[in-house]
T-cell receptor, first 117, second 118 residues
Framework: KAGVTQTPRYLIKTRGQQVTLSCSPISGHRSVSWYQQTPGQGLQFLFEYFSETQRNKGNFPGRFSGRQFSNSRSEMNVSTLELGDSALYLC????????????????FGAGSRLTVL | AQKITQTQPGMFVQEKEAVTLDCTYDTSDPSYGLFWYKQPSSGEMIFLIYQGSYDQQNATEGRYSLNFQKARKSANLVISASQLGDSAMYFCAMREGLEGGGYQKVTFGIGTKLQVIP
């Protein structure tokens, strides 16, 4: 069973540019979550999608956006990049069951490491 | 207030010894789930163990066990017989329920860096 696939794995951008990151969840998983990980802030929740609808949203500016497609694949976009956006962006998928359950564990991808110069 | 608190920035343990990584959480919701993840230097987050708030027994998965003390809101991870490959960052996390069904986002602690000494 293929795991969570994130592309690209590494990318370098300059301030003011925009970036799109992609996440393909485990087959059958309907929920996708995105996290930003930095040394100073740890893992910060960005958003969570389920069946193409944003279910939860973190405290990030509107420059950060995401979407989910009908095949559960997800993308996140960051516009007008700032130096502080340099981070490891982690995507995680889960079955998206209706209740709290040990079966609803997040399975993470390897991450996309973004460097903003 | 922090939802998840991990007070040990770094820990050392001798190979083959047991080690306990501390985690306390804050919630008023009776329904929640607690997770532990491991992140090696490669960066990928690896799920270790899950404990539901209504589970009567402490969760165990191989060398990992979760010391769940509900009244103290504590969910410590115990790793028995440490191995060199256990050197990594360890994160405690929680997902709370939602009134009427469903659940909220997963919130992570800041992590504990464990180093296993040969």
């Amino acid at each position: 069973k293929a795991g969570v696939t994130q592309t690209p794995r590494y990318l370098i951008k300059t301030r003011g540019q925009q970036v799109t990151l992609s996440c393909s969840p485990i087959s059958g998983h309907r929920s996708v979550s995105w996290y930003q990980q930095t040394p100073g802030q740890g893992l910060q929740f960005l958003f969570e999608y389920f069946s193409e609808t944003q279910r939860n949203k973190g405290n990030f500016p509107g420059r950060f956006s995401g979407r989910q497609f009908s095949n559960s694949r997800s993308e996140m976009n960051v516009s007008t990049l700032e130096l502080g956006d340099s981070a490891l962006y982690l995507c995680a998928s889960s079955p998206g069951l209706a209740s709290l359950s040990g079966a609803n564990v997040l399975t993470f991808g390897a991450g996309s490491r973004l460097t903003v110069l | 207030a922090q939802k998840i608190t991990q007070t040990q920035p770094g820990m050392f343990v001798q190979e083959k010894e047991a080690v306990t990584l501390d985690c306390t959480y804050d919630t008023s919701d009776p329904s929640y789930g607690l997770f532990w993840y491991k992140q090696p230097s490669s960066g990928e987050m690896i799920f270790l163990i899950y404990q539901g708030s209504y589970d009567q027994q402490n969760a165990t998965e191989g060398r990992y066990s979760l010391n769940f003390q509900k009244a103290r809101k504590s969910a410590n991870l115990v790793i028995s017989a440490s191995q060199l490959g256990d050197s990594a960052m360890y994160f405690c996390a929680m997902r709370e329920g939602l009134e009427g069904g469903g659940y909220q986002k997963v919130t992570f602690g800041i992590g504990t860096k464990l180093q296993v000494i040969p």
